[in-house]
């Protein structure tokens, strides 16, 4: 037998050991596949690359429904993902994350960091985190001109956050004001929110350490770098007569390049923009659905028939046990942590808001102390 058929039927057999299971092979590999994508989309949200950041998350989300992928293991480094998508589209007032339209991306991204509290080795990191979430809710909605929206945003954060007393009365006061450009807000500007959250991603990553595959890959690129490198050095077979070209030849080859170069710079390609197909509670989703494209789902065009259309499907009546769910997780997390209440029970597709007003019915029915 030919030596080079030996070495590739033996490191076949090294690669296809039966004594090893492959699907868990395929476990490990997609373990590191997603630590992966954890490490890319905290890289390009420091970046601050919109299209790249989206591109990346519908990656990380695809590996992520892996039917044979324990999702506990990863639950953590995907609500630190959620967050991140929220912030990163924060400015964009017409994107939701979550069935009630009324909560903008920072406002629902306030709500999943209230569930990363325990990720936070800085007790300081993650309370300024909160400020600044609460002051540029307020903030983005002034640049926008939407005062209205402004007022419910200070009023939301109040009512559903422990948020610091003399912050909402300033923000109060700078609301009435209508001050876009107030030296408040410039204080705790949206620069300054990227900058502290890019701070606790550099010690969760220091402190839970996702890189394996990434310093594997590191290596194989600087190996090749290295190869090629060394080629170029070599001279090739007829690299002298190459290097005799014509002078009416150079002429032709720079202006081909220069012709590209030109197409390069008035270029109109566009990329696609990452469209999600819906969206999901905010404490696991990670995708982002505009007002727009929301429209465009329950309103039936022209051509179809309205019977085809889909309807959300309202929630059941408050059940018995339901308000059971809903006073043993105010027991449990106190009144105003709704998102944390969401996670413990199931409440059969209800909201934090519905939450809160059910238990001021309670409340008000003397059903609860």
Same mark, same amino acid.
């Given at each position: 037998m030919d030596p080079d058929e030996t070495d590739k039927s033996a490191s076949y057999a090294q690669i296809f050991n039966e004594n090893v299971s492959f699907p868990h092979i395929t476990d490990v590999a997609t373990e590191w596949m997603l630590d992966f994508m954890f490490v890319s989309l905290c890289r390009r949200f420091n970046e601050g690359k919109l299209e790249e950041f989206n591109e990346t998350l519908s990656t990380y989300e695809a590996i992520l429904k892996t039917p044979s992928l324990n999702e506990n293991l990863h639950h953590e480094k995907k609500m630190i993902c959620a967050f991140l998508a929220r912030v990163m589209h924060g400015k964009q007032l017409d994107v939701l994350f979550e069935e009630d339209d009324s909560v903008m991306p920072l406002m629902s991204a306030a709500n999943i960091w209230s569930d990363l509290e325990h990720t936070v080795a800085d007790e300081s990191l993650f309370?300024? &985190?909160? &400020?600044? #979430?609460? !002051?540029?809710? !307020? /903030? !983005?909605?002034? +640049?926008? %001109?939407? *005062?209205? #929206? /402004?007022?419910? /945003? #200070?009023?939301?954060?109040?009512?559903?956050?422990?948020?610091?007393?003399? $912050? %909402? &009365?300033? #923000? *109060? *006061? !700078? $609301? /009435?004001?209508? +001050? *876009?450009y107030h030296p408040f807000l410039m204080s705790f500007s949206f620069t300054r929110l990227l900058e502290t959250i890019q701070s606790y991603l550099e010690a969760y990553l220091e402190k839970n350490p996702s890189d394996f595959l990434f310093k594997a890959a590191t290596k194989i690129v600087q190996s090749s770098q290295s190869t090629e490198d060394l080629k170029e050095m070599v001279p090739q077979k007829g690299s002298l007569s190459a290097s005799k070209s014509t002078e009416e030849d150079q002429k032709q080859k720079q202006s081909t390049a220069c012709f590209r170069t030109k197409r390069k710079l008035l270029s109109t390609k566009t990329a696609d923009v990452w469209i999600p197909d819906g969206c999901k509670k905010a404490y696991i989703s990670v995708k982002r659905l505009s007002r727009d494209e929301l429209v465009s789902q329950i309103t039936p065009k022209t051509s179809m028939d309205t019977s085809n259309v889909q309807r959300r499907k309202r929630p059941q009546k408050w059940t018995q046990q339901l308000d059971q769910y809903l006073i043993k997780g105010v027991d449990r997390h106190g009144q105003g942590n709704w998102s944390r209440i969401l996670l413990d029970y199931d409440f059969e597709g209800r909201t934090g808001v519905m939450l809160k007003d059910r238990w001021r019915v309670l409340k008000k029915g003397n059903m609860v102390n």
């Open positions: 309370k300024n &985190i909160i &400020i600044l #979430l609460f !002051v540029q809710s !307020v /903030a !983005v909605c002034l +640049e926008k %001109g939407q *005062t209205s #929206l /402004a007022s419910s /945003a #200070l009023k939301w954060f109040m009512d559903n956050h422990n948020s610091p007393r003399n $912050v %909402g &009365i300033k #923000l *109060t *006061t !700078v $609301v /009435a004001q209508k +001050e *876009t």
